[in-house]
């Protein structure tokens, strides 16, 4: 499988069905989960539509992405590259400065 995201791309927080990314606020350091796109904020912050930058790459021995680091509004999370496929478009084309 190839890698979607690399260091230094641009990401957007997008909607599958009816779930998205959110934002533990209460755990410490800040996480991603899953969770319904019409959640009360209490617990949880919406992330739909929000702007973010791969930091860093986890690759497994053959070379797979496995996870990425995420910044998100001053906030590096970590996010299975399964989720990652599901709920994040990239904005940007590496190489392209046109956007």
């Keep these: 499988m190839k890698t979607l995201f690399k260091e230094g791309s641009l990401i957007k927080v997008v909607r ?3 779930f998205t ?3 533990a606020l209460k755990d410490t350091p800040p996480s991603l989960r899953e969770c319904p796109a019409e959640i ?3 617990i ?3 992330l739909e539509g929000k702007l973010g930058l791969v930091v860093y790459v986890i690759h497994n021995r053959l070379e ?3 996870g990425y680091r995420i910044l998100i509004e001053g906030h ?5 590259s399964k989720v990652a496929t599901k709920y994040l478009k990239l ?3 590496a190489g392209d400065e046109s956007r």
């Design 21 to 23: 990314l959110c934002q």
């Design 16 to 18: 599958s069905g009816s």
């Design 91 to 93: 904005v940007e084309t």
């Design 64 to 66: 797979q992405a496995v």
């Design 40 to 42: 009360s904020e209490g």
């Design 44 to 46: 949880f912050k919406n």
């Design 76 to 80: 590096e999370m970590f996010c299975k």
